[in-house]
């Protein structure tokens, strides 16, 4: 199993509509949670931390944790062409992996005019 | 966050030979990591580099083909050694800012092809 998973896309929405990408981990003990998002070309730049259970709002963007199921979400409101991007879901384990962040595959998203 | 420069910015290579790619921060971090990115792919971590201690490799990668340095708290360099076409790639150095609760901050990066 991997250390995390992302729905592998890619996921196409109409300009306006909220976007939702999934993202599931497996090691239980994790502690923080990122999430990426890269444009084609260009380096990761984190759009979003959470690390406790619920719901965090940043402008058009709501990270959502869930740590009894392991699983994390972004949600993007008013999706707009330029979220068009691959979103990166990172884990931080803690402990002896300090520091150690764990990427998923990324998920690729197209907003269409 | 952190301002992070790379040199060079990309490199075009002949196999055999190597190439040392810096990572130069605005502010001292402890941590610093340096991943590698292939076309179309996820990150994967090459090798954490705290300054004052050896790097550590992860699985896959080994210390004779991608010696690190990491001589103060701003900068380290990544060497890829004995290149080969397999090599190509997008190399990245990312940073954990003190008092940062794990988020890393990455490069602009290092798009090596070698040919």
């Known amino acids: 199993q991997k250390e995390v998973e992302q729905n592998s896309g890619p996921l196409s929405v109409p300009e306006g509509a909220i976007a939702s990408l999934n993202c599931t981990y497996s090691?239980?003990?994790?502690?923080?949670f990122f999430w990426y998002r890269q444009y084609s070309g260009k380096s990761p730049e984190l759009i979003m931390s959470?690390?406790?259970?619920g719901d965090k709002e940043d402008g058009r963007f709501t990270a959502q944790l869930n740590k009894a199921s392991q699983y994390v979400s972004l949600l993007i409101r008013d999706s707009q062409p330029s979220d068009s991007a691959t979103y990166l879901c990172?884990?931080?384990?803690?402990?002896?992996?300090?520091?150690?962040?764990?990427f998923g595959r990324g998920t690729q998203l197209t907003v269409w005019p | 966050s952190a301002v992070i420069s790379q040199k060079p910015s990309r490199d075009i290579c002949q196999r055999g030979t190597s190439l040392t790619i810096q990572c130069q921060v605005d502010s001292q971090v402890t941590m610093m990591f340096w991943y590698r990115q292939q076309p179309g792919q996820s990150l994967t971590l090459i090798a954490t580099a705290n300054q004052g201690s050896e790097a550590t490799y992860e699985s896959g990668f080994v210390i004779d083909k991608f010696p690190i340095s990491r001589p103060n708290l701003t900068f380290s360099t990544l060497t890829v050694s004995n290149m080969s076409p397999e090599d190509s790639s997008i190399y990245l150095c990312?940073?954990?800012?003190?008092?940062?609760?794990?988020?890393?901050?990455f490069g602009p990066g290092t798009r090596l092809t070698v040919t």
């Open positions: 990312s940073v954990t800012p003190g008092g940062a609760r794990g988020e890393q901050y």
């Open positions: 990172a884990v931080n384990r803690g402990g002896s992996t300090l520091g150690r962040l764990y």
């Open positions: 959470i690390y406790s259970n």
């Open positions: 090691d239980r003990g994790s502690q923080s």
